[in-house]
């Protein structure tokens, strides 16, 4: 059974750093791309970063790159979210989810398995 946990959300305030955490298990053995996205209240959920299986290529939509860092550690089956600087805007569930992609989708339906989410609430 494959399961994505995330952990690491909180209420921060603006400036302030936080890293999410995303534990995957029960993956079968193979390739993957890894993502983030986050959905605010009243919102469609958003791509905000995504990385390649070997972790050597990231991709950022524009209004998120320099804002965040995402990365992986594939002998863990970790993978992160470093929050830079974030903003009240920034509030929102963030999700990790996984895709048997080679290249690094920022479709929503390139993603089979996804995690339940971690809130993030940033106020200034």
């Known amino acids: 059974q494959v399961q994505l946990v995330e952990s690491g959300g909180g209420l921060v305030h603006t400036g302030d750093s936080l890293r999410l955490v995303c534990a995957v298990s029960?993956?079968?053995?193979?390739?993957?791309?890894m993502a983030w996205f986050r959905q605010a209240p009243g919102k469609e959920r958003e791509f905000v970063a995504g990385i390649n299986a070997s972790g050597d290529r990231t991709y950022y939509p524009g209004s998120m790159k320099d804002r965040f860092t995402i990365s992986r550690d594939n002998a863990k089956n970790m993978l992160y979210l470093q929050m830079n600087s974030p903003e009240p805007e920034d509030t929102a569930l963030y999700y990790c989810?996984?895709?048997?992609?080679?290249?690094?989708?920022?479709?929503?339906?390139?993603?089979?398995?996804w995690g339940q989410g971690t809130q993030v609430t940033v106020s200034s």
């Open positions: 989810a996984v895709s048997a992609s080679i290249v690094i989708e920022a479709r929503i339906d390139r993603y089979e398995y």
């Open positions: 029960g993956l079968p053995r193979g390739y993957y791309t």
